[in-house]
């Protein structure tokens, strides 16, 4: 007998047919005498017409009331869970982040999780009830309702196996695992056995869309097991380790990331003195936008060019902040930008014990005549900055290149 949790995510509790075979599947555990909390996520789509609901409204919705707002959409999901169950014959309560006191703090829109008070779900759990909780929410000091931020219900669920101790966390979701990389980029990408939290960690900050980035923060923080399954398919899923195997044959690469979400902004002709970089990166971070790659250019005659990325979104708001307020200051010669970038990272804690994989990533791509813009390594990744119109054929060549199809 074991404990979990599992998070079931929009997709698969899309419709009323869907809600009934999670309530099977939850079932099947159940009868084998498994303990368990389900989180859900709202039914697909429903966060996304909430919200344009509110931009029907208001400009900019109020952050506190787009909170309550949509955070219905959860609270609709873990009802119809809990019908669904005991139609099954299942013991089964359902309570929202607030009920269950999910306490986070007052960012609205992004708030993050500061404890849980597992009492109730214990109690409930050692009557024999399947607890049914709503992800993505929680709720503040105030007993304002919060939201975790898009995606929030995968940290819902992690954070409520850190917090209760479980054995696994399960992510139910509409793919069978971790891929090496998008499937629908590259029709060859295989699903992994495992990966390991670090890579998975990279993966998730530089565009996987699987796992919400902060539910795997979450996980390496609290050490939950973590696994990801398909909701629609039987399959072991992949598992997310915190141990490299020394037995297991580790592949050099074990995945490829990419995502269009960045901008590039470059200030032309700017002094190269000390102080510069943060002249012109003060400003930006003090406006609460992160910056993600920079480069700063060997300087010729006393000026240099300085180059960085922003989140797509940040982008206008970015440049007009570095013509208004930099630009004059320090007498650079012009703020240019672009939007249709991507960034595409190779990933693998392999990279530790094998030299050659940056330049073998920079061969691969001159080889199709792609131009590399920007680059960033750390230990156990490497991002290109390329041109978006070339992204997708990047990643499918560096998949070749690697042996990413073939199973070790
Ligand atoms: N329903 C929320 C969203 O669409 C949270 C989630 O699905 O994880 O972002
Ligand atoms: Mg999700």
Not at 2 to 27: D, L, P, W
Not at 115 to 144: M, Y
Not at 216 to 240: C, H, M, N, P
Not at 351 to 367: D, N, P, Q, T, Y
Request: aromatic share 6%; hydrophobic share 45%; net charge negative.
């Amino acid at each position: 007998m074991a404990f979990y949790v599992q998070k079931y995510g929009g997709t698969s509790v899309g419709s009323t047919e869907r809600i009934k075979n999670v309530a099977k599947k939850v079932a099947k555990f159940y009868a084998q005498g498994h303990q368990l909390v389900v989180v859900v996520s709202a039914m697909s789509g429903e966060t996304n017409r909430l919200i344009a609901l509110a931009h029907d409204i208001q400009e900019n919705p109020d952050a506190r009331e787009l909170d309550v707002m949509v955070s219905t959409g959860e609270q609709v999901s873990i009802a119809l869970l809990a019908m669904a169950l005991m139609t099954l014959n299942v013991k089964a309560k359902s309570y929202t982040g607030s009920q269950v006191r999910i306490l986070t703090d007052s960012t609205h829109t992004k708030a993050r999780i500061l404890s849980i008070d597992e009492a109730r779900i214990r109690a409930d759990l050692d009557a024999g009830f399947v607890v049914v909780v709503a992800g993505f929410q929680g709720v503040d000091e105030k007993g304002s309702i919060t939201t975790l931020g898009r995606g929030g219900s995968d940290t819902t669920g992690v954070a409520l196996a850190a917090a209760l101790k479980a054995d696994e966390c399960q992510i139910y979701t509409d793919v069978d695992g971790i891929y090496t990389t998008d499937p629908r980029v590259v029709a060859e990408a295989r699903r992994l056995n495992t990966i390991t939290f670090e890579e998975m960690l990279e993966m998730a900050s530089l565009g996987s869309k699987v796992l919400q980035l902060r539910s795997v923060e979450f996980a390496g923080k609290y050490k939950v097991k973590l696994r990801v399954l398909s909701s629609f398919e039987e399959g072991q899923g992949t598992l997310i380790t915190f141990e490299e195997d020394e037995n297991m044959e580790q592949a050099v690469i074990s995945g490829i990331a990419f995502n269009r979400d960045e901008a590039k902004i470059t200030v032309l002709g700017v002094p190269d003195h000390p102080g510069i970089a943060y002249q012109i990166l003060g400003p930006v971070a003090d406006a609460n936008i992160d910056v993600d790659m920079i480069i700063q250019n060997v300087g010729h005659d006393g000026l240099t060019d300085f180059s960085f990325t922003v989140h797509r979104n940040e982008f206008k708001n970015t440049i007009n902040i570095l013509k208004e307020k930099i630009q004059p200051h320090i007498g650079a010669r012009d703020v240019l930008g672009g939007d249709r970038i991507a960034k595409v990272s190779v990933v693998g804690v392999g990279m530790r014990s094998h030299a050659g994989i940056a330049s073998k990533m920079f061969r691969v791509l001159a080889e199709e005549g792609i131009n590399i813009q920007m680059i960033a390594t750390s230990e156990i990744k490497i991002s290109v900055v390329v041109d978006e119109k070339y992204m997708e054929l990047a990643v499918r060549v560096l998949h070749k290149a690697f042996d990413l199809e073939q199973a070790l």
